[in-house]
């Protein structure tokens, strides 16, 4: 049976966003931040580091989590200020995250461009972007991540009037 080349679309409005500003972009800075965030438990999702500026050599490194764990990343990352040496903390809980799924990703070009047109031509902005082999993710505002949903849907035509079929199993 071929796989389709997307199996379904999710929304989550369960995350936050911490962006850490103004870290230098040497060996090491990443280490700290993400050993800080470990030892409060906190599971991250997402990670997008930017390209530091050439000029002062400064990066933001920025990262989703679940909003129930962003105080205590803030105040984790705050109490390591000095040593990672970050010059602004930014915590953001209007996020939403929409993830494209399918095992036929992997052998269809165009699935990235067509999400990305399709956001594009509704006015939704991407404000990070995840890919593996079988999703796409990307985070928006949280309050337009239900017309994204929309906007993805009929792109990939999955609010086509058909029966679905949904396969089912224990894995084995």
């Known amino acids: 049976m071929e796989e389709p080349i997307i199996a379904g679309i999710a929304g989550d409005l369960s995350e936050g966003k911490i962006t850490v500003v103004g870290v230098p972009d040497k060996p090491g800075k990443a ?16 990670i997008v580091q930017n390209v530091s ?14 909003k129930s764990e962003g105080g ?4 984790a990352l705050q109490s390591e200020r000095d040593e990672i040496e970050f010059s602004e903390l930014l915590y953001d809980d209007q996020i ?5 799924v399918g095992a036929g990703m992997r052998t ?3 699935v990235t461009a067509k999400l990305f047109t399709a956001l594009f031509e509704a006015g939704i902005n991407i404000e990070m972007i995840s890919t593996s082999e079988i999703r ?9 991540l239900n017309d994204a949903m929309r ?3 009929s792109a990939f035509g999955l609010d086509a009037d058909q ?3 949904v396969h089912g199993g224990t894995g084995r």
């Open 31 to 46: 280490a700290l931040i993400f050993r800080t965030v470990a030892k409060t438990g906190a599971n991250i999702d997402m």
């Open 53 to 66: 500026a050439a000029a002062t050599s400064l990066t933001d490194i920025s990262f989703t989590l679940p």
């Open 72 to 75: 205590v990343v803030m105040q």
């Open 96 to 100: 939403g995250k929409l993830a494209l």
């Open 108 to 110: 269809n070009a165009g």
């Open 136 to 144: 796409i993710s990307v985070v928006t505002r949280a309050d337009i």
């Open 151 to 153: 906007v993805v849907h």
């Open 163 to 165: 029966l679905a079929v």
